[in-house]
């Protein structure tokens, strides 16, 4: 994803052809499904059951559902939240044939999906998903791919402090597109009908970035708050570099006195 022609086309918001098919970003408009099918694009392998871990990604999701079927279990939908984020990035989700899945007569693993678009077919393995098209889909549409050497329990427990430590915010959509549009000094009506996801996305993070900023600077000189070791927030136009700490392992002692350790 490093090469200058896609990060060009990322930046402009423009399409990007990969394995034989053109990948759009995601718009505003189609958010709700966004939200909807995000999680089976950045699912970690670690949270799946054992059993799948060592198969590629493609393949794990269509092989729970598949042994769910046959031993009469609840699916997961995964798989089929995937193949409608895909539709969403070729935006062919209105088509009556979009795509079709190819399994081994044998095995019953999966071989390929099938997609159409335009008049063009393209046969998608799990390999070329995993390799190619699940990182374009993340970079286009401004998610996370999973860092799979992470530690879940960690993950799962800044989660969990995450949601403990929300202070009973009502997290509404509209509401969110309305400060991002006042902050941005335009409307949600733009934002709704021009805006991608990951435009959209990266104006939140820029926002947030900038108050974060100002906030600890004006602390931090009136003497209110002091952090032993690197500001947190040292720029209002860059990201830090992610150190690999997680909130789960802020020491509580810190968070009371204001002072991180």
């Known amino acids: 994803m490093k090469d200058k022609r896609y990060m060009r086309a990322l930046r402009e918001g423009k399409p990007l052809e990969c394995a034989g098919l053109t990948f759009y970003p995601i718009k505003m ?10 999680p089976a694009v950045t699912q970690m392998m670690q949270s799946l059951p054992v059993a799948y871990i060592s198969m590629p990604y493609l393949s794990a999701l269509w092989a729970i559902d598949s042994d769910a079927i046959k031993n009469d279990r609840p699916l997961t939908g995964l798989f089929g939240a995937l193949m409608r984020f895909m539709l969403l990035a070729l ?19 999966l071989a390929y999906v099938r997609f159409f678009q335009d008049g063009k077919t393209a046969d998608i393995t ?22 799979e050497a992470a530690n879940l329990e960690l993950l799962e427990a800044e989660n969990d402090l995450a949601a403990a430590n929300d202070e009973g915010i009502d997290y509404d959509f509209e509401t969110l597109v309305s400060s991002v549009a006042y ?5 949600e009506e733009e934002i709704y009908e021009k805006w991608t996801v990951r435009s959209f ?3 939140k993070r820029a ?3 900038e108050m974060f900023y100002r906030l600890y600077r004006t602390a931090a000189l009136a003497g209110t708050i002091k952090i ?17 700490k997680t909130a789960a392992l802020v020491s509580p002692d810190g968070i009371i006195s204001g002072q991180a350790k």
């Open 29 to 38: 408009s189609d958010w709700d499904a966004y939200i909807e099918t995000r």
């Open 228 to 244: 032993s070791g690197d500001n947190p927030f040292p720029s209002w136009c860059f990201d830090k570099l992610d150190d690999g």
């Open 183 to 187: 902050m941005s000094h335009t409307t």
């Open 91 to 109: 935006r062919t989700e209105d088509e009556p044939t979009a795509y079709q899945v190819y399994a081994e007569k044998e095995t019953g693993k």
């Open 126 to 147: 799990p390999d070329i998903f995993s390799e190619e098209i699940r990182p374009l889909l993340c970079e286009q549409n401004g998610l996370q791919l999973p860092d």
């Open 201 to 203: 996305l990266r104006r």
């Open 207 to 209: 926002i947030e970035r």
